[in-house]
């Protein structure tokens, strides 16, 4: 890989180094640089990764999907079934994860069911659901594992604060859902999709062909998450020893267990059941963090900075939260600003819901549309669809976002 292929794909690693690194100039490196680094969520990020790493490789949640996905065939509880199944998987395997798993395999099923037009909408419902529905849980996405880890949190006081966000959002996707696939679709729209039948039967999902399999390994995600074209066949011993490993990279997130013990026995079981989880563990997210914690341990060594910002989140900490997150997406800024107050529900809610709005908001929108402007070299039958330009798919998620991202700021907001 060229260097200019390299920063092209890991673009947001390359953004956080040279920040991390200009922050130096204003705090050069010294002995405190080393409490910047949280050990914790280093560790349980890992441990989450290369788990989901091993079960996707071995088919377990593309088997899980497709069963559930082949039990339903008109156009609503079609885009249903895949857009809650990312909801579902982005719970487990967190939000950038179940992007990466699902957006191939509804490619391939929509246009295999005729129904190519509803692409741009279950794609941007897809990247909602799983920015917002993984909220609930500590591991669904990774500002949440940071900031359970560096406030010290328990369960029950992370999913009281969470649970009104949580309901919202599972409420406006679903209905969001339930509307979308129910307009009709142009004409022209519905004569191409009608073309793009014959990928499939009636009777079987798009994804259970050879074609529709083919089309998924190339509509796959980015190098450091690759889909396997061979995924290793299911077996009782590997998924009893993968949920092993998943219930210790729980207890670990909880604190039951040191997360040390469960970083060595993940790495250790699997360099030896299947070495290719390690490799396809995403090792640029886990360096942003890195970068992460430099830039933001810096900033908060700049006096004039932190007598500007503290009192500003102790204010407006769910606004100035979901704000940041426009524009530096809600990752760096759960790190940023964790160092600037106490308040935690504020700052945990508000990079939560930051998730939607702008397509920096959360990074896994940027994979949802990496993977959109795909649709079409993959699907060459899908050509004639106007729904599939990008112009309409970036004016339906700009809408859907923005809307999603206002009612839960004034709902929240309301409420605290």
């Not at 191939?104 to 909602?128: D, K, M, Y």
């Not at 210790?248 to 360099?271: C, D, K, N």
């Not at 600003?337 to 106490?342: I, N």
Request: charged share 10%; aromatic share 8%.
């Amino acid at each position: 890989m060229t260097p200019i292929a390299f920063l092209r794909e890991h673009a947001v690693l390359a953004v956080s180094a040279v920040a991390a690194v200009a922050s130096m100039v204003a705090v050069p490196p010294d002995g405190a640089y080393l409490g910047y680094f949280d050990g914790k969520t280093l560790g349980c990020l890992f441990c989450v990764l290369a788990v989901a790493s091993a079960l996707r490789l071995m088919g377990a949640f593309d088997r899980a999907a497709r069963t559930v996905i082949a039990r339903f065939g008109s156009p609503r509880s079609l885009a249903l079934a895949l857009v809650l199944t990312t909801a579902a998987l982005s719970c487990v395997a967190t939000n950038d994860m179940a992007l990466i798993m699902m957006l191939p395999l509804s490619a391939a099923t929509l246009v295999g069911a005729g129904r190519a037009r509803l692409i741009p909408a279950v794609f941007v419902l897809q990247s909602l659901a799983a920015n917002l529905c993984g909220m609930i849980v500590p591991f669904g996405n990774p500002q949440n594992l940071y900031l359970y880890s560096y406030y010290g949190l328990h369960l029950g006081d992370f999913l009281r604060t969470m649970a009104l966000p949580f309901a919202i959002s599972v409420v406006g996707v679903v209905a969001a859902t339930w509307w979308l696939a129910g307009r009709p679709g142009r004409k022209k729209a519905s004569a191409s999709a009608e073309a793009t039948r014959g990928i499939t039967t009636a009777k079987a999902p798009a994804s259970s062909t050879p074609a529709a399999r083919a089309a998924i390994g190339a509509a796959a995600g980015p190098p450091t998450a690759p889909v396997p074209r061979r995924p290793m066949p299911l077996s009782r011993r590997r998924l009893g020893a993968y949920g092993v490993l998943l219930a210790l990279t729980l207890l670990a997130v909880f604190r039951v267990l040191p997360i040390a013990l469960a970083v060595a026995a993940v790495a250790a079981t699997l360099a030896v059941l299947d070495r290719r989880a390690l490799a396809a563990v995403d090792w640029p997210l886990l360096a942003t963090f890195v970068c992460f914690f430099v830039f933001a341990g810096n900033l908060a060594r700049i006096p004039e900075l932190a007598a500007w910002l503290g009192p500003l989140m102790g204010d407006h900490g769910l606004v100035i939260s979901a704000g940041a997150s426009q524009v530096i997406s809600n990752v760096p800024a759960a790190v940023l600003l964790s160092h600037f107050t106490d308040a935690w529900q504020p700052l945990l809610v508000g990079v939560n819901i930051g998730g939607a709005g702008t397509l920096v908001g959360s990074l896994a929108s940027l994979i949802t549309l990496q993977h959109f402007t795909s649709v079409r070299k993959v699907f060459p039958q899908t050509r004639d669809v106007p729904e599939l330009s990008t112009t309409h798919f970036l004016g339906l998620f700009t809408l859907l976002n923005v809307a999603f991202l206002v009612v839960l700021l004034v709902v929240c907001g309301l409420c605290r």
